[in-house]
């Protein structure tokens, strides 16, 4: 189980690999994590931030799941950023 100060891992999809650290007990984590994609995703991760800014391609979705070697987010995967309909 995750304890305090540990990361949690993406598993599938754009943030495969990406280790997220945590400052709380695992109970704090949402269930489900949403990301917007975009083409500098991937340089905004490695640590490139100066650049143009991108219009938003689709939506990632990950869900967290708890595993014999701890938690994870599992990837669920993309919606259109048209398809997202928001409510008050």
Avoid: W
């Avoid at 754009?14 to 949403?34: H, T």
């Avoid at 014999?68 to 919606?79: A, E, V």
Wanted: aromatic share 12%; charged share 15%.
């Amino acid at each position: 189980m995750v304890s305090d100060c540990d990361a949690v891992e993406f598993v599938g999809g754009p943030f495969d690999g990406l280790l997220q650290f945590v400052s709380g007990p695992p109970v704090a984590l949402k269930r489900f994590s949403v990301f917007l994609v975009n083409s500098r995703v991937v340089k905004t991760l490695d640590g490139f931030t100066t650049g143009p800014t991108s219009e938003v391609t689709s939506v990632a979705v990950y869900q967290l799941q708890y595993a014999s070697s701890g938690l994870h987010y599992q990837y669920l995967g993309t919606i259109a950023p048209s398809r997202i309909e928001l409510t008050d």
